[in-house]
């Protein structure tokens, strides 16, 4: 990413963090606007005129306008309307085909291959499976993926945590596609915003609602949180990507964020072994889009199977914990 660029990302995120480290005031029309171009039902409405006031330079009203990458929401820095989008800010992101933020700061894809399961993060006491559902080109060598699917292993019980996007054949935002079990025991979350569940075996552990529907945040205290959007291919985006979707399944998946804590610098998996103090990035992070291989090693039998060739869960750990993640911009309310 050129200089220019990467400072002007910096300088939005302090601006967030700053927000995020008190309780929120009310937005002043030369902050911050968030354009959702989901909301209410529709789709693809990326364009949104608005007041950025500058009441210094008088400036007038500006057409801000989300790139496409920015699936379901994208922020606005006033008085400049520059668009973000929110995974260009902190590492621990997976989203859409999935590109992954590391640990060191840097993006990467991950393919991975359709129905198959993946070892995103494995550690002592800590182990992070993803499910991949996906689509074929014949005209690519690999498939289109998407996260549909997180399994959590955590624990001296192996408590078995499992946050899943519902399969559906078409969008509906007012439907709630988000599934959450645990210990195989299904959980049931209001649908409102703020809602909140912690199970008496494991207190530390709780589940958020961000929205009524579709987003929540999974904290377990003092080692991970994840936040977790369900979101569908649209078939703008389909067309504009030749993904194939088709009428009877608009691929529900999951956008991600994670912030980690307390981590042994063995650490590894997709996303796990960008966290270790010895991780050396050999990826091209100059390229438009530089890709992890090595998928035979992360690959597992199951969504909480802890057998790919990395898996680092339960076995004795022998290396002091490294620091956390950054925390994440989206759940600084529940923070």
Known sequence: ?????????????????????????????SSMVVITPTQQGGVGKRNSAFTCEDTRRRRPKCMATCPDRCRTKCLVLCPTCKTFCLCDFYPGVSCGDPRFTGGDGNNFYFHGKKDRDFCL????????????????????????????ALGVLFGARHHRLALAAARAARWDPAADHLELTFDDDRVDLPRHDGARWSPPGAPALSVTRTAPANGVVVELRGVFRIVASAVPITREESRAHNYGVADDDCLVHLDLGFKFEALT???????????????????????????????????????????????????????????????????????
């Open 1 to 29: 990413m050129a200089a220019p660029r990467w400072a002007a990302f910096m300088a939005a995120a302090a601006v967030l963090v700053v927000c995020a480290a008190a309780p929120m005031p009310k937005a002043k029309p």
């Open 265 to 335: 610098d063995d650490v590894h998996g997709v996303l796990g072994q960008t966290y270790r103090s010895d991780y050396v990035n050999t990826l091209n992070v100059t390229a438009n889009m530089p890709v992890m291989g090595g998928a035979a090693n992360f690959l597992t039998t199951g969504l909480f199977a802890t057998d790919c060739a990395v898996a680092r869960f339960a076995k004795p750990a022998t290396v002091a914990g490294t620091g956390a993640g950054i925390s994440m911009v989206t759940d600084a309310k529940y923070v």
């Open 121 to 148: 993060l494995s550690d002592a006491a800590l182990h992070v499976n993803a499910h991949f559902i996906g689509k074929r080109n014949a005209a690519m060598s690999r498939d289109f993926t998407w996260i549909q």
